[in-house]
Nanobody, 125 residues
Framework: VQLQASGGGLVQAGDSLMLSCAGP????????LGWFRQAPGKERELVAAIRWGGGSTYYADFAKGRFTISRDNAKNQSTVYLQMNSLKPEDTAVYYC?????????????????WGPGTQVTVSS
């Protein structure tokens, strides 16, 4: 599965951004899709995840109430979104999307074996 994340940029604190992660065709049907982020000097962490089948969502505590993960299963492209509102400077990081099979834990980063290139999000104060 080839993933391509987009939508990052430079914004001010309090602004919103929507990140997108696309894959060809209906490729996500048995997958869990996750958004992760990695700030300089810090470990990569889960932001949010969604089970493609059923649509159950999972969020890191810092993302609850501000970020929303969603999916769109169009005919020729499957896309997972991360809507980020009320952005803070501490949200500055490279954001990645990744996929794993539907088994195991959605919170276990090591289980994600399909990673797309990241997109930079920078939030100025």
């Amino acid at each position: 599965v080839q993933l391509q994340a987009s939508g990052g940029g430079l914004v001010q604190a309090g602004d919103s951004l929507m990140l997108s992660c696309a894959g060809p065709g209906r490729t996500f049907s048995n997958y869990v899709l996750g958004w992760f982020r990695q700030a300089p000097g810090k470990e990569r962490e889960l932001v949010a995840a969604i089970r493609w089948g059923g649509g159950s969502t999972y969020y890191a505590d810092f993302a609850k109430g501000r970020f929303t993960i969603s999916r769109d299963n169009a005919k020729n492209q499957s896309t997972v979104y991360l809507q980020m509102n009320s952005l803070k400077p501490e949200d500055t990081a490279v954001y990645y999307c990744a996929a794993k099979n539907r088994f195991g834990s959605v919170y276990q980063i090591s289980e994600y074996d399909n990673w797309g290139p990241g997109t930079q999000v920078t939030v100025s104060s």
